[in-house]
């Protein structure tokens, strides 16, 4: 499979170097050259399959050329080697779990591919990479442990100071190794500047190999179609259409529901949920698309005030709002809101939501007092990583699971840098 960028269609490099890139060098995002179908008798039978068998199917129809077989069979199995199980929560809405995996986030599943691929990629080089990321929260969790401990592999972590949950900088911070957290004195979407300004650095480049790890990875894009296709296995067969519901950020979760859409799985239609950093709902309301500064919310993992993987929408839709519109429906929630809907639902329903999941379970229940449809949301993040705000709104105490209480446990390491890019640019050339 080639990629091409969404900046330029002509512009066409291999997996491999399109995961080592991360960006492309014309600024835009990589995008597979084709996005094959799978054969209706896939779908027929997909209940029969295991999870196993359903991801390397999606893998091997988007990749297989690119690797051999077994390497992409084991990167696969061991990338999703955690449950990721269907909850029914009322009569017509599932959550799909995504937070069984080691730092409790769906971000796990890419993080854990994109290790693997890249460490494959990297086989017999001599010398380091770096892996940067700017993180607003969970990201940057996912990929330190999706990169501990790989040979060959540096991670340099950017986040927000006092602006990420205490449990999730604690989960940035106390791993060691390989993994360098860097505490920036400046909001994400500075982080993510400083990170894109390194990436078009030329200079930089020529001394250090730096990739991203970040959603804009195709690495970290390709394994999140895997799941959407797993939740589908799961659901009893039915005639109602099938809606997903995806509590977006940098919407490169969304995106991967898209491809997935393309390769033949059956969804009526997306819902966009964000919380009050609304952009792309904001675009499918109006088509005006006005990136602006983020605002701080209680699902803060979804605080991006410029999604980077609205570009790869656009080109999906080849910038037609119309043909957008018949696939992707746009909702966004107040905190205020989000947080009735935890209460509610833990209250009538026994369904402990976290921040982002209440976003996208507000969505669906709007979307489905119009329509009739079976509606997933993609339960993002396990509520104990938000535990200060899930607590407050149910009023009650909840466990910690013991991986999470471990690491809270532990000593936070960071260095602490003002929100400057040749602070930044030092700290990278010192690395060697
Ligand atoms: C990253 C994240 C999101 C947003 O996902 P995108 O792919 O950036 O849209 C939502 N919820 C949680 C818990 C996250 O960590």
């Not at 600024?27 to 359903?54: A, C, T, W, Y």
Request: charge should be negative; glycine fraction near 6%; aromatic fraction near 10%.
């Amino acid at each position: 499979m080639f990629f091409y960028s969404t900046n330029n269609k002509s512009l066409r490099v291999s997996l491999k170097e399109a995961v080592l890139k991360g960006l492309a060098d014309d600024g835009g995002l990589f995008m597979p050259e084709r996005i094959p179908q799978l054969p209706p008798s896939f779908f027929e039978n997909i209940h029969k399959h295991s999870v196993d068998e359903i991801c390397f199917s999606v893998a091997d129809t988007l990749i297989g050329d690119d690797l051999v077989k077994e390497n992409l069979h084991w990167i696969v199995s061991e990338s999703i080697n955690f449950p990721i199980p269907l909850v029914k929560v009322t009569d017509n809405i599932f959550s799909l779990e995504l937070f069984h995996g080691p730092t409790l986030a769906f971000k796990d599943v890419g993080a854990r591919f994109m290790a693997r691929l890249l460490s494959y990629f990297r086989e017999g080089e001599n010398s380091d990479i770096t892996v940067l990321v700017a993180t607003s929260g969970d990201t940057g969790s996912a990929v330190a442990n999706g990169f501990l401990e790989v040979k060959g592999i540096k991670v340099v972590i950017l986040y927000p100071s006092g602006k990420v949950s205490e449990i999730q900088e604690k989960q940035l911070t106390t791993l060691g190794q390989n993994i360098t957290a860097l505490e920036v004195k400046g909001t994400f979407d500075d982080c993510q500047a400083l990170v894109k300004r390194a990436f078009s650095d030329k200079e930089l480049n020529k001394k250090t190999t730096l990739t991203s790890a970040n959603s804009i990875n195709v690495a970290r894009l390709i394994p999140q179609s895997f799941y959407y296709f797993i939740a589908y296995s799961q659901l009893q067969k039915s005639k109602l259409p099938v809606i997903f519901c995806v509590p977006s950020g940098n919407f490169g979760n969304l995106t991967a529901g898209l491809i997935a859409k393309r390769m033949g799985l059956p969804v009526e239609k997306f819902i966009a949920a964000t919380n009050v950093n609304d952009v792309v709902p904001e675009y499918l309301a109006s088509g005006k698309f006005s990136p602006r500064s983020s605002r701080q919310t209680i699902s803060n993992a979804m605080d991006v005030g410029n999604p980077s993987n609205f570009a790869r929408m656009l080109d999906l839709y080849q910038h037609d709002l119309k043909l957008m519109q018949q696939d992707i429906a746009g909702h966004h929630f107040t905190d205020e809101e989000t947080r009735r809907t935890m209460k509610e639902v833990y209250r009538q329903h026994d369904y402990l939501l976290d921040p982002h999941g209440a976003v996208g379970f507000t969505a669906i229940q709007k979307y489905l007092a119009h329509h009739q449809a079976t509606g997933i949301f993609i339960e993002t993040a396990h509520p104990a990583k938000f535990i200060d705000v899930v607590e407050e709104v149910i009023g009650e105490k909840i466990e910690m699971p013991a991986r999470l209480a471990v690491c809270v446990s532990k000593p936070k390491q960071s260095v602490v840098m003002e929100n400057s890019y040749g602070d930044l640019q030092d700290f990278l050339l010192q690395q060697d």
